[in-house]
């Protein structure tokens, strides 16, 4: 297999054949699983660029005291965008691939769906939207969209992404073992990692992992079925980003 084309195992372009893929490729990517590695919780505001008042910054501001006040400051967030850096570690190959991009999220009712958008912008431009409806992939092939609506398992998954934005611990604990844990020998540092409790998630991803200090965000990782890891590092992010009439259109296809 050429290099090229392990690029393009990203899990955002297998999204198209989760639902009809037998057993034995059940460790491929998940379906916009690059989503969920950078977008899980970029809600947080990770690296925010410094405020012109006086507040702290968000990795110095003390960390959240449990999952519940964690759920709480994502929900809060209903503009977002943000910028990654990644590496894909696979068995196939002895060096990771790395790549980065920008992630944007926007939910008009605070209480209502969100649409999410994750962009690489190197090696290879590429990108997913996801709005409440579908699921829009497009690379250098062309564009592909997934009705949710006909999928069932792809709808699991993506939900899972919007249960998160939301900041709906409920929802997101009927599908995950959520636990939440103050790092013992430093003051501002937590993990949160998550489990999928049964199929189909448990078959596209093991276990998800944040690291963060304060209400800061700073590393996500994934560990897949098959082994496989992925490592996001936030680098930038605005967690109150307003989009105009042209950025909601060109970004989530939505016309007002």
């Not at 998940?30 to 969920?36: I, K, R, T």
């Not at 809060?76 to 696979?90: C, D, I, S």
């Not at 790549?99 to 999410?116: A, C, E, I, Q």
């Not at 690291?211 to 967690?239: F, H, Q, W």
């Amino acid at each position: 297999m050429r290099p090229k084309q392990l690029l393009m195992l990203d899990c955002d372009r297998d999204a198209r054949d989760i639902a009809s893929r037998p057993p034995m490729y059940s460790g491929r990517r998940a379906p916009a699983c690059g989503v969920l590695l950078t977008a899980f919780v970029l809600s947080s505001p990770a690296a925010q660029e410094p405020a012109p008042n006086t507040a702290p910054p968000p990795a110095a501001r003390p960390r959240p005291a449990d999952a519940a006040a964690l759920f709480a400051r994502l929900g809060a967030v209903t503009g977002l965008e943000a910028t990654f850096e990644e590496q894909k570690h696979l068995a196939l190959l002895a060096v990771p691939l790395q790549s980065k991009g920008r992630l944007y999220f926007h939910r008009p009712d605070p209480k209502g769906p969100g649409w999410l958008v994750r962009e690489v912008t190197a090696p290879e431009p590429q990108s997913v939207r996801i709005t409440p409806r579908e699921l829009r992939l497009e690379n250098r092939d062309g564009v592909e969209v997934i009705d949710l609506a006909r999928s069932d398992k792809v709808r699991t998954f993506v939900q899972s992404l919007v249960h998160v934005f939301a900041g709906d611990e409920a929802a997101l604990r009927k599908s995950y073992d959520v636990v939440y844990a103050p790092v013992p020998d430093d003051a501002a540092a937590w993990t949160l990692q998550l489990t999928p409790r049964a199929a189909p998630l448990d078959k596209l991803l093991r276990q998800l992992r944040l690291v963060g200090r304060g209400e800061a965000v700073e590393r996500i990782e994934v560990l897949e079925p098959n082994g496989d890891r992925t490592v996001t590092r936030i680098t930038t992010a605005n967690p109150d980003r307003r989009f105009d009439a042209a950025e909601k259109r060109k970004l989530f296809g939505i016309d007002e």
